[in-house]
């Protein structure tokens, strides 16, 4: 077994672990179909390696440790989840655990545990916070026991583990005399999570593969990239969302790849951990100093080697795709359209989505997959936002703090459901290209936004439907209840009335023909008639009882974790006293409860099994009151696992059995239990009785279980259906969403085309006017022309002025309008943008090694590089972290290439004011700033209004007057700027001046700079 990989970083931020998936035991996700397939995962270890003489649970546990060594192993006892042996001791202090003592014959041994309805409370832990595999040891009963299973213990029983349990246990020898066998039956990862409570609900949990693929020289030269460093690279991206079913793909490359996985945001990359030590090492180091948790395996073989290869021809790709649908296709659902999408992938993406469905199939075996098929991202559809652009826009974390709260998502949010908030985080993370697109989703708003009444009504109808996506997720799984039915059938039930009110909208104002109306008639035929499973669904369950077996569960859980945080409070400060011995168990009447969830008429067959359970409780009932009639008022009818079916008597009445033989017909009472006061007697009419009332118990127990799986294979067998119309669902929460933001917010309607304007009157920035306005503070609304006549903009002022939030909230204005919102602003037209680029708020990086400075010079490079003529770029304090003159040069550049090569829309944020003499001779450039008022008592204020023209003066002073500076300190600082003010050149030293444009420094710079380089007086 290989020896894993494990590196840990811990912050605020990210966490990193990176592991060698063979090295771990392949776990299974226990169904009713997956007997076959568990005692192909099971092996035992030699006798030799495991001493014999352990208790039998410690005897698999440390068996199953020495197989799983990279694990967590918890293994199931009885209602609690236990660790043994050393992981015991490492682990109780982190899981906050009371570590015990086991006794054995080898001594004592460590042990911890918890009760096993906690199981996600302590796997948030172990794999979110200590990003550990955990491998689950479940226990079955054991039907081959020598004794054989009791009656009551397998009555009592769930029908579908009954099943599981029939399989022939490896260790026969050891496991045949206990009631109990215990296997590992799933590894659970942060990218195979499915239905634990501690999963964001907001958004989405990916697991994503990445298939790397050498570019032949022969093909790097038709492409015309002369640095083969450039690309090198075919990038294929597939992944998975196990909590949704979600399933995408896209091709990538070397220059986007960290921009995709920023916007991803995987929980657990998959690498192929034969490319590692090759060339391909430099872009896996790429990846893994994003701090991601990663699992280096062996991806399945191809006909195609991964180290250099050209591309497919037409035929070979359709070969390759028809081996790819051959092998899955009965993963995913639906047909037709849906799996023609597969047709569309390229190469790459198959050989990704080829190594993430093995690593599925590997982790749940046995386990009846179910995905959406594969939806094609196709990069030019979506504009790029890169990654440090996404951190520095605060799209979904803040920058500092890396919270929700504060950033674009948080403050924009009004969806009123979680599969909605999952969609739009989506759209922010990659917003739309198409004219079309963004247009049906101003349409729609539009139209709420012109009928309130409309609008409220279909935020009350999206309020009450379920997340279905994962409630389908679940079902298909085998891992859904009646809970998840009923929450689908209030999807559907809510889905049809919506369905109905915006098909009377859209009828009522056909008249109009307007475009908003349309846009709703599209949407709307897109919703699929559900009737029919609404029917099945709710002619089959009893939803009062379903909701009164919930409430009762819930009940008990949260009595149970009160006694758990008692506990845990007092255990540091006083001993747990040992529990006091169970008493035994005595239940009047029937030893099985019922548990009813299905409507009696929901079958013939549990319509008649419920008419023959009735007769015996009539029959039991009719017993006990001839027998409290003949015998005394105290006499109930019991059963204890104990004594059995028994009749009850105590005080006076015990005397009336004294020297009866018989006591009801010819029935004869026998005394199994003499006490003081009471008698225990057993009598066969009871027992024919109780058993017979037992037996049908089960068996609609079983009917339930049997009618349960046939409404879930036909819910199954309408997925493409129900997903379909969640989408839309999904679509209508956003719209509604940001309806409710434009009403709130006083946001317009943008308009867009595919020019390159970016023409804002008013505009504002969304996040930072919210924080405003709860303190009570008006925001200060610019305005913003870039275009054709000027598509540059260089932007001064004092610090504090307001230029950062300029430079952001027009970069924010082209994502909310490209999303489809509307936008803060009095005024917006804007040419579609197909990237955002950012460069601002840059910060050492120790992990890599990268000072300030450096790491501003990879995003500068980064834009450089990629930026095109309609890109959206916003630079700030470009050049700060060196020395003034060559951080003015480094400043000078950048503003040449992206004005000549990059040609890109450009607001640029400078403190280096000498850069406005020295573009003045550019045609499309110009010059914007704040300002700083000062009055004769020395109070000043900010001007964050822009204005034409440049501010020669930072003050930064003054701000350091704000932040608290000594005064003595300030009194120095404002002597030595006054020196430095009037300073000239010394020696071959160029200083430039913060506070004339047209000082000394600058003539010289720019008189070097021209001799050097003819263009650069002209700016061409």
């Not at 996404?390 to 998502?409: F, N, P, V």
């Not at 369905?499 to 056909?510: C, D, I, K, P, S």
């Not at 669904?537 to 009164?548: L, P, T």
């Not at 569960?553 to 529990?579: F, Q």
């Amino acid at each position: 077994m290989a020896t894993a990989r494990s590196s840990k970083t811990t912050n605020r931020r990210k966490s990193k672990a990176s592991y060698y998936s063979d090295s771990l035991e392949q776990g299974l996700l226990v169904t009713e179909d997956s007997q076959a397939d568990i005692d192909a995962l099971l092996h035992v270890a030699d006798d030799d390696k495991v001493d014999k003489n352990y208790p039998t649970v410690l005897h698999d546990a440390k068996n199953n440790m020495e197989r799983l060594p990279n694990c967590v192993l918890l293994t199931r006892v009885g209602s609690f989840y236990e660790l043994y042996f050393h992981q015991a001791e490492e682990y109780a202090p982190l899981l906050n655990l009371r570590l015990a003592k086991k006794k054995t014959a080898h001594g004592p041994v460590s042990m911890a545990g918890f009760p096993f309805m906690h199981l996600d409370r302590y796997l948030k832990v172990l794999v979110q916070e200590l990003h550990k595999y955990v491998a689950i040891s479940e226990e079955f009963p054991n039907v081959n026991a020598k004794s054989g299973t009791s009656h009551k213990t397998a009555t009592n029983s769930d029908p579908a583990t009954l099943e599981l349990g029939n399989f022939d246990d490896p260790d026969s020898a050891r496991t045949k005399n206990n009631m109990y066998i215990r296997k590992v039956c799933r590894i659970i990862t942060p990218g195979t999570l499915i239905d634990e409570k501690f999963l964001d609900p907001t958004q989405n949990n990916y697991l994503l593969a990445i298939s790397l693929r050498q570019r032949s020289p022969p093909q790097l030269q038709s492409d015309g990239i002369e640095d083969p460093e450039a690309d090198k690279f075919h990038i294929g991206l597939a992944w998975l969302d196990f909590s949704t079913g979600d399933f995408l793909t896209q091709v990538s490359s070397s220059a986007t790849i960290t921009s995709d996985l920023a916007r991803i945001s995987p929980n657990e990359i998959l690498l192929d951990k034969r490319l590692k030590s090759g060339i391909e090492q430099k872009l896996f180091r790429q990846i893994e100093e994003q701090q991601y948790f990663i699992t280096y395996e062996n991806f399945p073989e191809t006909g195609r080697s991964p180290k250099v290869s050209s591309d497919l021809n037409d035929d070979e790709l359709l070969t390759e795709r028809g081996k790819f649908l051959s092998e899955w296709s009965g993963y995913f659902e639906g047909e037709g359209l849906e799996l023609a999408r597969l047709s569309k992938l390229e190469y790459d993406e198959l050989s990704a989505c080829n190594a993430l469905l093995h690593y599925v199939k590997e982790m749940l075996p046995g386990t009846r997959i179910k995905l959406q098929a594969p939806v094609r991202r196709i990069p030019v559809d979506n504009m790029l936002i890169d990654a440090s652009s996404l951190r520095a826009l605060e799209i979904k974390k803040t920058l500092r703090d890396q919270l929700t709260s504060g950033s674009l998502l948080n403050t924009i949010k009004r969806t009123v459901t979680k599969s909605g908030t999952r969609l739009l985080s989506d759209w922010l993370s990659s917003p739309a290209t198409s004219i079309a697109t963004i247009h049906q989703r101003q349409d729609l708003i539009q139209t709420f936004l012109n009928d309130k009444h409309l609008h409220e009504m279909v935020i009350l109808y999206l309020k009450r439907t379920h997340d279905t996506n994962r409630v389908l997720q679940r079902l298909s799984l085998g891992r859904g209840d009646a809970e998840d039915m009923l929450g689908l059938l209030q999807s559907i039930k809510n889905t049809a009335r919506l369905r109905a009110m915006l098909e009377e909208h859209v009828q009522t104002n056909a008249a109009e023909n307007s475009s908003a109306s349309k846009g709703l008639g599209v949407l709307l035929g897109r919703l699929t008639d559900l009737s029919d499973l609404e029917e099945l669904i709710s002619g089959a369950f009893d939803q009062d009882m379903v909701i009164r077996h919930l409430s009762a569960e819930e009940k008990r859980e949260a009595e149970t974790l009160m006694y758990m945080e008692a506990k845990d409070g007092l255990g540091s400060v006083l001993p747990i006293e040992k529990a006091p011995k169970r008493k035994p168990q005595t239940r009047k009447g029937a030893p099985i409860e019922t548990m009813e969830i299905m409507k009696r008429n929901a079958s013939r067959t549990l319509l008649r099994l419920h008419k023959s359970l009735d007769e015996g409780i009539i029959a039991r009932d009719q017993l006990e009151k001839d027998l409290r009639n003949h015998l005394g008022p105290s006499l109930d009818l019991r059963w204890s696992p104990a004594l059995g079916y028994y009749v009850h008597a105590s005080g006076k009445d015990i005397a009336w059995f004294e020297g009866t033989e018989t006591i009801h017909g010819n029935t004869t009472a026998r005394c199994i239990i003499s006490r003081k006061n009471t008698r225990s007697y057993h009598l066969d009419e009871w027992t024919v009785i109780g058993n017979r009332i037992d037996s049908y118990k089960v068996l609609i127990r079983f009917e339930e279980r049997k009618i349960f799986h046939s409404i879930r294979q036909t819910v199954l067998e309408r997925t493409s259906h129900i997903r379909r119309n969640a989408r839309v669902l999904d679509e209508l929460d956003v719209a509604c969403s940001f309806t409710t933001l434009a009403h709130e917010r006083k946001l317009v309607r943008p308009v867009l085309h595919n020019g390159i304007a970016h023409n804002v009157i008013g505009g504002r920035h969304p996040t930072v006017e919210y924080g405003l306005q709860e303190k009570g503070v008006s925001f200060v609304p610019n305005d913003c022309f870039l275009g054709a006549a000027e598509r540059l903009w260089l932007i001064t002022g004092p610090n504090m002025g307001g230029k950062s939030t300029f430079l952001r909230q027009n970069a924010l204005m082209n994502i909310l309008a490209q999303v489809g919102s509307f936008v803060p602003a009095s005024f917006a037209e804007l040419g579609i943008v197909d990237q955002i680029f950012s460069r601002v708020g840059s910060a050492d990086n120790l992990y890599r090694d990268e000072s300030t400075f450096m790491v501003e010079m990879l995003e500068t490079a980064n834009i450089l590089n990629n930026a095109t003529s309609r890109s959206f770029v916003i630079m700030d304090e470009i050049g700060r972290g060196t020395t003034p003159i060559e951080g003015l040069a480094v400043a000078y550049g950048c503003l040449h290439h992206l004005y000549h090569v990059n040609q890109s829309r450009t607001l640029f944020a400078t403190h280096f004011h000498d850069l406005a003499e020295m573009i003045k001779d550019l045609p499309h450039a110009a010059c914007y700033c704040t300002d700083l008022k000062e009055d004769e008592n020395g109070v000043f204020y900010f001007i964050h209004k822009l204005r034409r023209g440049v501010n020669h003066r930072s003050h930064a002073l003054h701000v350091a007057k704000l932040a608290g500076v000594p005064s003595a300190a300030i009194d120095v600082a404002e002597k030595a700027l006054c020196k430095l003010e009037n300073s000239q050149l010394g020696g071959n030293e160029v200083v430039p001046s913060r506070c004339d444009g047209k000082s000394e420094a600058c003539r010289v710079l720019h008189a070097k700079m021209s001799d050097s380089d003819p263009t650069f007086a002209t700016g061409k």
